[in-house]
């Protein structure tokens, strides 16, 4: 693969505007994350007690919490417990739902059908289930929830390699390679891989945004990362019983977290209306 | 269709079979001695009380045994002892199930009732202003945390406005309508995804259907507008929309386990919440397995429906 193709993707993935406006949301928001110290120099765990619950203010551009802590500090932090989350879940989605998809590819017959039902007993989980069971067993942290999301993602990569292996093992090409001598094996990393990659890169960028909101979800119910680590839920989580004294506390992480998770549908939808406008039904 | 019935329910047995066993093997994922996590915290037990416990549990046999052992006791319904209040697990959830299984349903209903002929609208005024506030309603939802949307809404209509119930659970048997007001804003935030979900695929399996040659000849013999559409296209576009209701059952579970916290309301997934906090381990591990069961039964019932619906799929598969 050269980097041509790729180029000429990204091309035309950004003359359709909303991805553009997703990706420019993304690298704000990447960038705010790694550049944090540098954006603000308010420490997101200090508390300052002479500023309590303050809306926009001098002090606290995007106001500070209960216990005067910084919302921007706090927020910029966070954003790199989404980022981190958001990777390494569908990061370990990947790792293991592609190569899985592609030995149910390889072997056929009833290691196919063992991998399979195995990936259909886990979709039976949603991925906030399985975080749930997970911090009832080994309590509530950043591998815990990378884990618990990534556990979740693994089924649709598997499956979605195996269904597009299965397509392209009917085509001509293969069967010319076959006949040619080529090794199943070469097969799958010659042909089968590069040819899947296209629908896989659109459901990681589509999951990334899951990822998001279901590490969101399980720091609003306190089984996420813990406290002190500012993340977007757990600031939610905090933020809510002073939702009648200082709204704005609720509505900033709120709001982060719907742009992060737009950013990522909208480039995703985008890449897989450029990749494979075929892809539409089969991924969700 | 009955033989189409039988091959799918034999295929349930061995993804049945894995399911049970990814929750038992919640267990092993305790670390350190899972019989102290099994009676629960605050209690001081000498080594001999431990090796009771161990006994009763059966964690002195090999995993395969003990999870034979589990598997043959769930299957009589005992799901075994809640720490925090000594009773059987499942008569802990059973009462609570129900509150759950009331706003998921209302949270289901209320998203097709408003999806679908939205997304219909959307579809048949393709291009026009109302198609774009629906796209933008179906984009919005779907990156929205629920919870999230469900605070806006108490911030907006409990706390400024003071129209309805921001907490709380109130039996709608018993009083109807303090129920259904304290049940509107939990069921909009719990329905939220899956009605932008649902939306979105009601719309773009309308504009294929649109796109056909049979409906150019419902048209071409004069049927009128209203007829084409709701007689000829609807029935196939809904196809797909089925297909999302195994999927979303999923979500509405899961997003119950979030909502319920958010509005104080006692069902299951508040529940389990609350049994993390108690270290009440058999309660979560009860509750995944009966939430995973149910997501189980709908994709099924999904898959039935559908075949019914398209003879297609029993022949194909």
Redesign the interface.
Not at chain 1, 88 to 94: D, E, H, P, S, T
Not at chain 2, 276 to 299: E, H, K, P, T, Y
């Given at each position: 693969m050269t980097s041509r193709p790729s180029i000429e993707v990204l091309k035309k993935t950004m003359r359709i505007p909303q991805a553009a406006f997703g990706v420019v949301v993304m690298v704000i928001i990447v960038f705010s994350a790694i550049f944090a110290p540098w954006i603000t120099s308010a420490d997101p765990e200090e508390m300052d007690f002479d500023n309590l619950l303050q809306g926009f203010s001098e002090e606290h551009i995007l106001g500070s919490d209960q216990m005067g802590r910084d919302t921007l500090a706090r927020l910029l932090y966070g954003a790199r417990v989404a980022l981190m989350v958001s990777l390494g879940a569908v990061g370990l989605g990947v790792i293991i739902g592609v190569p899985l998809g592609l030995v149910s590819v390889y072997c056929r017959g009833y290691i196919d059908d063992i991998i399979m039902?195995?990936m259909?007993?886990?979709?039976?989980?949603?991925?906030?289930?399985i975080a749930?069971?997970?911090?009832?067993?080994?309590g509530g942290s950043l591998p815990t929830v990378i884990i618990a999301i990534g556990i979740a993602n693994i089924p649709w990569m598997a499956r979605i390699i195996r269904s597009q292996g299965l397509t392209i093992r009917e085509q001509d090409f293969v069967a010319a390679a076959e006949a040619g001598g080529m090794s199943h094996f070469r097969i799958i990393f010659k042909h089968i891989l590069p040819n899947s990659i296209a629908p896989v890169i659109v459901q990681s960028t589509l999951s990334m945004?899951y990822a998001v909101?279901t590490e969101?979800?399980l720091g609003?119910?306190?089984?996420g990362i813990q406290p002190p680590t500012p993340t977007w839920g757990n600031m939610?989580l905090q933020a809510?019983p002073m939702?009648?004294q200082q709204?704005l506390l609720?509505?900033v992480p709120?709001l982060a977290?719907?742009l992060l998770?737009?950013a990522f549908?909208f480039v995703g939808d985008a890449l897989r209306d450029v990749l494979d406008p075929r892809l539409?039904?089969v991924i969700? | 269709m009955l033989q189409y019935m039988i091959r799918r329910l034999l295929q349930i047995v061995p993804v049945l079979l894995i399911v049970t066993l990814m929750v038992f093997a919640l267990m092993l994922a305790i670390p350190g001695d899972p019989a102290r996590a099994l009676v629960g915290p605050g209690e001081a037990l000498d080594e001999e009380q431990l090796e009771i416990i161990r006994k009763e549990f059966n964690l002195d046999k090999p995993v395969l045994v003990q999870y034979g052992i589990w598997l043959s006791k769930v299957v009589r319904g005992d799901f075994g002892r809640s720490s925090q209040y000594q009773r059987p697990v499942l008569d802990e959830l059973r009462t609570r199930a129900w509150v759950t299984l009331q706003f998921g349903i209302a949270a289901w209903v209320l998203a097709v009732v408003i999806a679908v002929p939205a997304g219909i609208i959307s579809a048949v005024y393709r291009g026009r202003a109302l198609d774009y506030i629906a796209t933008l309603i179906s984009i919005g939802g779907v990156a929205i945390p629920n919870f999230w949307f469900g605070i806006m809404a108490i911030l907006v209509f409990g706390v400024y406005l003071g129209w309805l119930p921001a907490q709380g659970y109130v039996n709608i048997f018993e009083d109807p309508i303090e129920g259904l007001r304290h049940m509107i804003l939990p069921v909009f935030a719990l329905g939220i995804t899956s009605c932008a979900l649902i939306m979105r695929q009601t719309r773009s399996a309308m504009l294929e259907v649109l796109a056909q040659d049979y409906v150019r000849t419902a048209r071409a013999k004069g049927m009128s507008e209203p007829v084409v559409i709701g007689v000829h296209a609807l029935r196939n576009a809904l196809l797909p929309v089925v297909t999302v209701f195994g999927l979303q059952t999923g979500r509405i579970f899961a997003g119950a386990v979030v909502i319920e916290t958010v509005f104080g309301i006692p069902g299951m997934g508040n529940f389990m919440v609350l049994a993390i906090f108690a270290r009440d381990f058999m309660v979560v591990q009860g509750g995944v397995l009966i939430m995973a069961l149910a997501v189980l039964s709908a994709n099924l019932l999904t898959d039935l429906i559908y075949a019914w619906l398209d003879p297609r799929i029993r022949y194909n598969d």
């Amino acid at each position: 693969m050269t980097s041509r193709p790729s180029i000429e993707v990204l091309k035309k993935t950004m003359r359709i505007p909303q991805a553009a406006f997703g990706v420019v949301v993304m690298v704000i928001i990447v960038f705010s994350a790694i550049f944090a110290p540098w954006i603000t120099s308010a420490d997101p765990e200090e508390m300052d007690f002479d500023n309590l619950l303050q809306g926009f203010s001098e002090e606290h551009i995007l106001g500070s919490d209960q216990m005067g802590r910084d919302t921007l500090a706090r927020l910029l932090y966070g954003a790199r417990v989404a980022l981190m989350v958001s990777l390494g879940a569908v990061g370990l989605g990947v790792i293991i739902g592609v190569p899985l998809g592609l030995v149910s590819v390889y072997c056929r017959g009833y290691i196919d059908d063992i991998i399979m039902r195995v990936m259909d007993a886990l979709v039976v989980f949603p991925s906030l289930l399985i975080a749930v069971g997970l911090a009832a067993a080994m309590g509530g942290s950043l591998p815990t929830v990378i884990i618990a999301i990534g556990i979740a993602n693994i089924p649709w990569m598997a499956r979605i390699i195996r269904s597009q292996g299965l397509t392209i093992r009917e085509q001509d090409f293969v069967a010319a390679a076959e006949a040619g001598g080529m090794s199943h094996f070469r097969i799958i990393f010659k042909h089968i891989l590069p040819n899947s990659i296209a629908p896989v890169i659109v459901q990681s960028t589509l999951s990334m945004g899951y990822a998001v909101l279901t590490e969101a979800a399980l720091g609003f119910i306190g089984v996420g990362i813990q406290p002190p680590t500012p993340t977007w839920g757990n600031m939610l989580l905090q933020a809510y019983p002073m939702l009648d004294q200082q709204p704005l506390l609720s509505i900033v992480p709120g709001l982060a977290i719907f742009l992060l998770v737009l950013a990522f549908n909208f480039v995703g939808d985008a890449l897989r209306d450029v990749l494979d406008p075929r892809l539409k039904g089969v991924i969700h | 269709m009955l033989q189409y019935m039988i091959r799918r329910l034999l295929q349930i047995v061995p993804v049945l079979l894995i399911v049970t066993l990814m929750v038992f093997a919640l267990m092993l994922a305790i670390p350190g001695d899972p019989a102290r996590a099994l009676v629960g915290p605050g209690e001081a037990l000498d080594e001999e009380q431990l090796e009771i416990i161990r006994k009763e549990f059966n964690l002195d046999k090999p995993v395969l045994v003990q999870y034979g052992i589990w598997l043959s006791k769930v299957v009589r319904g005992d799901f075994g002892r809640s720490s925090q209040y000594q009773r059987p697990v499942l008569d802990e959830l059973r009462t609570r199930a129900w509150v759950t299984l009331q706003f998921g349903i209302a949270a289901w209903v209320l998203a097709v009732v408003i999806a679908v002929p939205a997304g219909i609208i959307s579809a048949v005024y393709r291009g026009r202003a109302l198609d774009y506030i629906a796209t933008l309603i179906s984009i919005g939802g779907v990156a929205i945390p629920n919870f999230w949307f469900g605070i806006m809404a108490i911030l907006v209509f409990g706390v400024y406005l003071g129209w309805l119930p921001a907490q709380g659970y109130v039996n709608i048997f018993e009083d109807p309508i303090e129920g259904l007001r304290h049940m509107i804003l939990p069921v909009f935030a719990l329905g939220i995804t899956s009605c932008a979900l649902i939306m979105r695929q009601t719309r773009s399996a309308m504009l294929e259907v649109l796109a056909q040659d049979y409906v150019r000849t419902a048209r071409a013999k004069g049927m009128s507008e209203p007829v084409v559409i709701g007689v000829h296209a609807l029935r196939n576009a809904l196809l797909p929309v089925v297909t999302v209701f195994g999927l979303q059952t999923g979500r509405i579970f899961a997003g119950a386990v979030v909502i319920e916290t958010v509005f104080g309301i006692p069902g299951m997934g508040n529940f389990m919440v609350l049994a993390i906090f108690a270290r009440d381990f058999m309660v979560v591990q009860g509750g995944v397995l009966i939430m995973a069961l149910a997501v189980l039964s709908a994709n099924l019932l999904t898959d039935l429906i559908y075949a019914w619906l398209d003879p297609r799929i029993r022949y194909n598969d």
